[in-house]
């Protein structure tokens, strides 16, 4: 998918929340704007030269798109991210616990400036960090290794441990 498809898949979803939302289901509601913010994520990537497939991925996607937004001075933006991310995702669909009224004042007021703030971003954004891809995938690595590392070395702390215990219980 190209930037193109995927503003325009975004734009589909946030009229579909529109839609859900005054027929009065609010959890639909959240999944589907939820659902744009993440799809506008992926094309801001996506037009930053990252592919597709690395774009839609959390390990590699979320990392990419908080540091290219602060480094474009977008923390705005960001910052936005987050609160849509609790308020719709995590708390209005998971959880259900967001105010319908509350709801319905995100979708309408807060993600429609959000939606055009990016989507002009997304437009006038001409930067290729496609080798930023190769960046992530060694960090990836070493971050398995070190999670490995880490195992042995809580493993070696429990053995110092189990050898002070029974020494002590003497």
């Not at 609010?26 to 589907?32: F, G, L, T, V, W």
């Not at 994520?41 to 996506?46: D, E, N, T």
């Amino acid at each position: 998918m190209d930037a193109d498809e995927l503003l325009d898949r975004a734009m589909h979803l946030y009229e579909l929340a529109l839609n859900v939302m005054d027929e009065g289901d609010y959890m639909d509601a959240c999944e589907k704007a939820w659902a744009c913010v993440e799809t506008l994520r992926k094309a801001l990537l996506v037009k930053a030269g990252i592919s597709y497939n690395r774009a839609k991925t959390i390990t590699y996607g979320i990392p990419l798109f908080t540091r290219l937004l602060k480094k474009l001075g977008r923390g705005d933006l960001l910052e936005k991210y987050a609160f849509f991310d609790y308020k719709l995702h995590i708390m209005g669909f998971y959880e259900g616990i967001t105010e319908p009224w509350e709801i319905e004042e995100i979708i309408q007021n807060d993600l429609k400036i959000w939606i055009d703030s990016m989507s002009d971003l997304i437009r006038k954004l001409n930067i290729n960090i496609a080798s930023a891809e190769e960046i992530l995938a060694e960090i990836e690595k070493i971050k398995r290794k070190l999670i490995i590392e880490n195992a042995k070395l809580v493993e070696l702390r429990e053995k110092l441990d189990a050898i002070i215990e029974d020494a002590v219980s003497v």
